[in-house]
């Protein structure tokens, strides 16, 4: 099982951005996916999880800001990310569960500053 993010880099706050991340070796559209971010010295916390049917799920932090997405045909999940706020700089990573086991890809920096 593989996950890659894309799309993280450096936005004022207001900006937008738009990650996403490629699945591969796993039956994606039966999948559910996340997203997760970490802060510097703080714990990694659930952002965003789109079930197989495209249910969505945000953190109440992101509400209003944040859309979870999928694309099944190119085994694809989005985080697009709106009206970015300095408080949501992080490492952010890509999640899936599969036969019993949690797969991660290896993040994506998103920083907010002006």
């Known amino acids: 099982v593989q996950l890659v993010e894309s799309g993280g880099g450096l936005v004022q706050p207001g900006g937008s951005l738009r990650l996403s991340c490629a699945a591969s070796g796993i039956i994606f559209r039966l999948n559910a996916m996340g997203w997760y971010r970490q802060a510097p010295g703080k714990q990694r916390e659930l952002v965003a999880a789109?079930?197989?049917?495209?249910?969505?799920n945000l953190a109440d932090s992101v509400k209003g800001r944040f859309t979870i997405s999928r694309d099944n045909g190119k085994n694809t999940v989005y985080l697009q990310m709106n009206s970015l706020k300095p408080e949501d700089t992080a490492v952010y990573y890509c999640h899936a569960t599969t036969a019993g086991r949690d797969y991660w890809g290896q993040g994506t920096q998103a920083t907010v500053s002006s």
């Open positions: 789109i079930t197989s049917g495209g249910n969505t």
